[in-house]
């Protein structure tokens, strides 16, 4: 079946730590998001990449890093830099935005618990 | 202003109501509008897009898109408890990019047994 997959679904760290959390599709999508959720709030957007190998900034790039070296996967990296790290995180892909009736598709998301 | 505006709620139906929840959006060329359901703890799901002005059903779910008022709902007919979530709007904008597609904030439903 075609999807995202994250993993893993938890995951718990200890401060000061980086962690790298996975996301993985096999939709053939050339577009591919983090976002970030945190309790009763919106989504707000970490990093995108439209192509292998380029990636851009969102709205709360400050202490995470990405790579898209495949095109299947998009990897976050969550620094020892990020100040407030506890979070639902969501990976999501779609066909690139030249169609401009392409919808987002979501993996089932990654809980991270810093301590 | 933002791009997408939602009514956070919280909105409270009983059981067998319509639900109608609502969505603004500040750009005039928005292509295209989509719907998520969001169940506390999980990932959101698409449950309705649109693209032209008018309704468009499917099953118990209806979009409603006014272009010119900017604005774009979705009914629940027959509500169930199981429909108790927060929807998300999601609009692409008339921008060139991947980062073209804004959400709402949501608004949360709860359907009273």
């Known amino acids: 079946d075609g999807g995202i997959t994250q993993s893993p679904k938890y995951l718990f760290r200890k401060e000061g730590q980086n962690v790298t959390l996975s996301c993985e599709q096999n939709?053939?999508?050339?577009?591919m998001y983090w976002y970030r959720q945190d309790p009763g709030q919106g989504l707000r957007l970490i990093y995108y990449?439209?192509?292998?190998?380029?990636?851009q900034k969102g709205d709360i790039a400050e202490g995470y890093s990405v790579s898209r070296e495949k095109k299947e996967s998009f990897p976050l990296t969550v620094t020892s830099a990020q100040k407030n790290p506890t979070a639902f995180y969501l990976c999501?892909?779609?066909?690139?935005?030249?169609?401009?009736?392409?919808?987002?598709?979501f993996g089932n998301g990654t809980r991270l618990t810093v301590t | 202003q933002k791009e997408v505006e939602q009514n956070s709620g919280p909105l409270s139906v009983p059981e067998g109501a319509i639900a109608s929840l609502n969505c603004t959006y500040s750009d005039r060329g928005s292509q295209s509008f989509f719907w998520y359901r969001q169940y506390s703890g999980k990932s959101p799901e698409l449950i309705m897009s649109i693209y032209s002005n008018g309704d468009k059903e499917d099953g118990r779910f209806t979009a409603q898109l006014n272009k010119a008022s900017q604005y774009v709902s979705l009914l629940i007919r027959d509500s169930q408890p199981s429909d108790s979530a927060t929807y998300l709007c999601?609009?692409?904008?008339?921008?060139?990019?991947?980062?073209?597609?804004?959400f709402g904030t949501g608004t949360r439903l709860t359907v009273i047994p």
């Open positions: 999501a892909s779609r066909w690139g935005s030249d169609r401009a009736n392409s919808p987002l598709h």
């Open positions: 999601a609009v692409t904008l008339d921008q060139t990019g991947a980062n073209n597609l804004f």
């Open positions: 939709l053939n999508h050339d577009a």
């Open positions: 990449s439209q192509i292998v190998n380029d990636f």
